[in-house]
């Protein structure tokens, strides 16, 4: 049975890797419900199907999927990927799985945060939302993982580690009153040092432009390395995104991490704008109490949001104009690393992207 420790990562010696660290694979959430995704969720299937067939030609996949998916999904999805039965109320392992944790010797453990639909009842994009806020304790259990609950509400896509004491995160989402109402931001940059196994935090101001995340950190800037990252860009001054990257950009470029260094910050150019469609909006249920999804809504699209697997980026191609050359940007950025595309419009029009649809384990050294 997976123990509940009592103590903290910190104190224990663990902390969180990087993404480009050894992976002993990656687990998704399969997505269905109809007021989140287009046409009873198809469209959407099928993009996750094709992001889980991508990474499992470099490592292994899990995908979690309730009980009345799972023929549906073991149909769709290829047979390298590994498909088990779990309940959820979406489809976003980033933000409600676990943060895995490694220390010095290779053995795994993991983080579970509390879980609120990035918001709660105030702003938060569904209720009941207590399903996933189970995800990470199923997920550490199936793994015989030992896990740390922590007491803070908190996204995996809220923040981004390089592995070696640094990270990264935004004012916008982690100080914000419907997350941790009661804590200040020296309280969780405690938390963050406890948990996570981290000595220096830089704040960013805000996430991208109307993000309905409150401003993840993951779609906005992350590492490739330490001492190197990638930051969503663009040069079109009038656009409401050009302050919030160039903020961005500057507090970077002032900023050292952890081990004192400067950070080489790579622009991507954002795509588009891009926005919905009156006939991808007419395909999403109305339910109250849930995010509306209408025609004409600015869309977070932002390359940022890959993800990192053993050998490869997958990357989402969001727009003809600018996926070749943030293609071209991203494999300068990993020299050693296959770039895979993967048609992402359809997780995007969700919410989120590539990233926030994966979470990745450590592999373990055995002892
Ligand atoms: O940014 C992420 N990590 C997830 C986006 C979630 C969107 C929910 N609709």
Redesign the pocket.
């Known amino acids: 049975m997976t123990r509940t420790l009592a103590t903290t990562p910190a104190t224990d010696g663990f902390r969180m890797p990087g993404e480009f660290d050894p992976h002993q694979g990656t687990w998704m959430l399969w997505p269905e419900r109809p007021d ?1 995704w287009r046409w009873g969720a198809k469209p959407a299937q099928a993009a996750y199907a094709e992001v889980a067939r991508a990474i499992s030609e470099f490592e292994r996949v899990t995908m979690c999927v309730s009980p009345g998916q799972f023929a549906n999904a073991r149909q769709v999805l290829p047979e390298a990927v590994r498909v088990v039965e779990m309940t959820s109320n ?1 489809a ?1 392992v ?2 409600c799985g676990p943060s895995f944790l490694i220390n010095d010797a290779g053995e795994v453990r993991g983080v579970d945060w509390r879980f609120n639909a ?1 918001g709660g009842l105030e702003s938060g ?1 569904y209720s009941p939302w207590d399903q996933d806020d189970m995800v990470g304790q199923k997920i550490l259990e199936l793994e015989n993982v030992a896990r740390y609950a922590a007491p803070l509400i908190l ?3 809220s923040i981004e580690v390089d592995g070696d004491g640094t990270l990264l995160t935004t004012r916008e989402c982690l100080l914000n009153h419907d997350r941790n109402p009661d804590l200040g931001l020296a309280e969780i940059e405690a938390q963050l040092g406890e948990y996570l196994g981290i000595s220096k935090i830089i704040w960013l101001e805000k996430g991208v432009y109307n993000d ?2 409150e401003g ?1 950190i ?2 906005l800037a992350r590492f490739a390395r330490p001492g190197v990252v990638m930051l969503d860009w663009t040069d079109d001054t009038t656009d409401p995104q050009y302050p919030i990257s160039l903020d961005a950009f500057q507090r970077l470029s002032q900023a050292t991490d952890a081990r004192g260094r400067k950070l080489e910050v790579i622009k991507l150019p954002q795509p588009g704008p891009l926005h919905m469609t009156q006939d991808e909006s007419r395909g999403v249920d109305v339910v109250e109490g849930t ?1 509306p999804r209408e025609a004409g809504l600015r869309l977070a699209a932002s390359y940022v949001n890959f993800y990192l697997c053993n050998g490869a980026v997958i990357m989402p191609l969001l727009d003809e104009r600018t996926d070749a050359v943030a293609a071209d940007l991203i494999q300068r950025g990993f020299p050693d690393r296959r770039v895979v595309g993967v048609a992402a419009r359809e997780i995007l029009l ?3 992207d590539i ?2 649809i994966t979470q990745q384990q450590p592999l373990a050294r055995r002892r």
């Open positions: 989140t979406d976003w980033r933000d990035w994009l996204e995996g896509g309905e995340t993840h993951d779609n995010q969700g919410g989120g990233h926030c």
